[in-house]
């Protein structure tokens, strides 16, 4: 008597719920440590073997272990229909384990395990909500109310997926001035054409005054920011900024009683610059006339489903992110010039060609100690191309001997070929960011002050090889 007197202290009954697999009443624990589905070979041979030996399917590529990393034995598995706090759930899979030793669980032979217990949760959220944790056939079931609240958190955190950073399209600045609303057009990651993302600020917060709406839509790869500033001052953003990040989100459930209404079209008039189409206007507008009429469908509906990827003017610049320009010294030593004597009659194009780079982001002001001098050079159609004479700095930079591609082999290997395409990057070096630390070297002298690059100039002597470093 003192001997089942110690044992009952030590230990007691579980708690355990009802589940009816394949129309069988089987008593299990709910568990929701255990991916997989039990019952006992024991309750097998009760309850399903008269159904027919070949009921059972054999598994042996998985191998089922305990939390102390122990195997378990089991001899197969069943598909069954398992109903579940009032829900059936449709062809699950449960694993006929080995009895354990002693006659233990006999009592309670079944472990429902998350692949059921996640099915259930998603039917049971999908019809009721949250307010599911609150019906009286869960709030009467306290274990089987915290799995389906640790099934609840669970799918919270995969709704929730970081799709990436978003930044600003295009080369030129984005100016939102004090007390008004812009839609600032930002790149994002490629998701399906309509989705609706969540935009969240980065963790630094957005410049000050700037509100932005939380939900958005995608539309071939640029989400549409609605930023209002609220304050008096004019906000910049410049090209390629981080405004933020996107989460895809999902409609789960809406309370009994409201439905969702379709969204409603708005149309937003701008003035766009004389003589400027669309990219899905120049598309359409293209000469195809060498091909049928199939493969000219083919082709425009390819480039239009790429038309992300063209530039669609001249301030549209994408930037990589798949390399960058280093500029490695053999000395620290800086090089250091006087600017040159720039003619009268050429200072106004050259200060507006330089607040065009700074407004896009590509150049800006600095106070490094290094210092090139400017030169400009007439092109064909009498337009100033302004350079920078980076000779000394060339002089004392370490060369990248990566390989450039030989003309002849490019040209071998055309041999055959019916159909050439050609494809040119819009200021391919301007492309290629430099270095942070390797910025302050690229710094120019001109008559209006000290700038630096952002982006990979022309003149320095590794930036064939970075570029077709790129390339490959």
């Not at 097998?44 to 272990?65: K, T, V």
């Not at 080369?171 to 490629?190: E, F, H, N, Q």
């Not at 957005?206 to 906000?235: D, I, M, Q, W």
């Not at 003309?407 to 391919?428: C, Q, V």
Request: net charge neutral.
């Amino acid at each position: 008597m003192a001997t089942h007197r110690s044992v009952s202290n030590l230990i007691s009954s579980c708690p355990h719920v009802i589940a009816l697999m394949g129309g069988v009443s089987v008593p299990c624990l709910v568990d929701t440590g255990s991916m997989v589905t039990t019952i006992t070979e024991s309750c097998f041979r009760q309850h399903f073997e008269p159904w027919g030996q070949d009921r059972l399917q054999n598994c042996q590529w998985l191998q089922l272990r305990a939390a102390n990393g122990l195997s378990i034995p089991y001899v197969g598995y069943l598909e069954l229909d398992v109903e579940f706090c009032g829900r059936l759930v449709i062809g699950c899979g449960v694993l006929v384990v080995r009895d354990p030793p002693g006659g233990m669980s006999l009592d309670v032979p079944g472990v429902l395990g998350m692949n059921i217990l996640s099915r259930c949760y998603q039917e049971l959220f999908g019809q009721h909500g949250s307010a599911l944790f609150d019906l009286p056939v869960i709030t009467q079931l306290p274990d089987v109310s915290s799995a389906l609240q640790y099934c609840h958190q669970v799918n919270a955190k995969k709704l929730s997926v970081h799709v990436g950073s978003v930044r600003v399209r295009g080369r030129r600045v984005c100016r939102i001035p004090g007390g008004t609303m812009k839609l600032v057009a930002a790149t994002c990651a490629a998701l399906d054409p309509g989705s609706t993302v969540l935009f969240e600020p980065p963790e630094s917060g957005l410049p000050a005054g700037l509100l932005a709406s939380p939900l958005v839509r995608v539309n071939r790869g640029t989400v549409y920011v609605p930023v209002v500033n609220v304050g008096t001052v004019e906000v910049v953003l410049r090209p390629t900024t981080v405004v933020g990040n996107v989460r895809e989100v999902f409609m789960v459930s809406l309370p009994t009683g409201i439905s969702e209404e379709k969204p409603l079209a708005a149309t937003v008039q701008s003035h766009s610059v004389a003589g400027a189409h669309s990219l899905s206007h120049q598309i359409e507008s293209l000469d195809l006339s060498v091909l049928s009429g199939p493969e000219q469908g083919q082709v425009r509906a390819l480039l239009q489903k790429y038309q992300t990827v063209f530039s669609g003017h001249e301030g549209d610049l994408g930037s990589t992110r798949l390399i960058s320009h280093d500029i490695p010294l053999i000395d620290n030593v800086p090089v250091r010039q006087r600017y040159r004597r720039i003619p009268p009659s050429e200072y106004e194009v050259v200060k507006t060609h330089i607040n065009q780079l700074l407004e896009a982001g590509i150049v800006r002001e600095s106070c490094s100690p290094y210092a090139s001098p400017i030169v400009l050079v007439k092109k064909k159609d009498g337009s100033l191309r302004m350079c920078v004479d980076y000779r000394h700095l060339n002089a004392k930079t370490r060369r990248d001997a990566f390989p450039l591609p030989r003309i002849e082999e490019t040209l071998d290997s055309l041999a055959g070929a019916r159909w050439f395409s050609t494809l040119d990057l819009a200021s391919g070096y301007l492309q290629v960011p430099v270095s942070e630390p390797d910025r302050s070297k690229t710094a120019f002298c001109t008559p209006f002050g000290l700038f630096e690059w952002n982006r990979m100039p022309f003149g320095l002597c590794n930036a064939p090889s970075t570029f077709q470093r790129l390339m490959e």
